[in-house]
């Protein structure tokens, strides 16, 4: 099962993750079983992390980051290029999850705002 996330999550999490180096490499076999498992621990440490896939088709990495997001109840973030961006919610921090966005202020006025 995939996790869904709205809009305003997905924003926030691409921010958050603009930062972030990958953690898993995948090379051209795939999804093995040890490579899930290595991406399910860093998923379990970091809660959001960064993938980076070697294939050079973008059908292949996009079928990738289905079946990892399918395999391991995440969700999928972002996709540009050969990085996945990948969330799954620390399963001891629910309130992780639903934090909310916080509301962009009101530009302050200036002196050059309130001249004409």
Known sequence: MILEL????????????????????????????????????????HELIKVRIFSDEHATRTALQQELCETLSAAPVQHIGKILVVYRPHPDKPEAAKKQVRKRKKPRRTKRSYQG
């Open 6 to 45: 709205t809009s305003a999550q997905r924003r926030e999490l691409r921010a958050r993750a603009h930062s972030l180096n990958p953690v898993v490499m995948v090379s051209e076999g795939g999804l093995t079983a040890t490579v899930l498992q290595e991406i399910d621990r860093s998923l379990d440490s």
